[in-house]
């Protein structure tokens, strides 16, 4: 089956740790994207990359760290840094400037 | 940077009614995307439309790019409609990001 996978699904993070959501796709697509999501709002864009080994900031990066490594994959980090990271995270991916398809989400929770 | 608006913000219909939603956008596109978010969150490509018309079963988009703005038509709707819709630019010849729309919240009630 062809798509993004997101993993996990529901995660948990206490204050001052740093924790790492996982994005793969197998869609062959050289764009990937994270998008933030808050309760009844819109998506806000935190990084994005064109090519492996490059990406760029969104409007939201501040607290966020990411890696392209590989074409299939682009894993975000959220760091201590970020003070309200309680949010739904999203992937994408698309080839530059088409269609974009996304994952499932994961649902961040800080207690 | 560009501006995208959505209207309306919310809406309620009854089940087998017609909706038109609109996005505006504040500069010139060169692709433009209608989402469907379902009440668990995932987020479903309804359209790839920089320009023109498409449809698909009981939903069609038209994009009038040089008006900048786009519809989305939901014609005899469904409860498995309900969700949120969002509309995505991007990216432009002044922006190399897809920003998105605030998003139009429809209930479809039986």
């Known amino acids: 089956d062809g798509g993004i996978t997101q993993s996990p699904k529901y995660l948990f993070r206490k204050e001052g740790q740093n924790v790492t959501l996982s994005c793969e796709q197998n869609?062959?697509?050289?764009?990937m994207y994270w998008y933030r999501q808050d309760p009844g709002q819109g998506l806000r864009l935190i990084y994005y990359s064109q090519i492996v080994n490059d990406f760029q900031k969104g409007d939201i990066a501040e607290g966020y760290s990411v890696s392209r490594e590989k074409k299939e994959s682009f894993p975000l980090t959220v760091t201590s840094a970020q003070k309200n990271p309680t949010a739904f995270y999203l992937c994408?991916?698309?080839?530059?400037?088409?269609?974009?398809?996304f994952g499932p989400g994961t649902r961040l929770t800080v207690l | 940077g560009i501006q995208v608006e959505q209207s309306p913000p919310d809406l309620i219909l009854q089940e087998g009614a017609n909706s038109t939603l609109r996005c505006n956008f504040s500069d010139s596109v060169n692709n433009l995307q209608w989402f469907h978010q379902n009440p668990w969150g995932q987020l479903i490509n309804l359209f790839y439309i920089p320009s023109g018309t498409k449809q698909n079963g009981r939903l069609s988009a038209t994009t009038v790019a040089t008006e900048r703005y786009s519809l989305l038509y939901i014609s005899s709707s469904q409860t498995t409609d309900s969700g949120v819709y969002f509309c995505?630019?991007?990216?432009?010849?002044?922006?190399?990001?897809?920003?998105f729309g605030p998003g139009t919240s429809l209930s479809v009630i039986p």
């Open positions: 869609l062959n697509h050289d764009a």
């Open positions: 994408a991916s698309s080839i530059p400037g088409q269609k974009q398809f």
């Open positions: 995505a630019v991007g990216p432009g010849t002044s922006y190399d990001k897809v920003i």
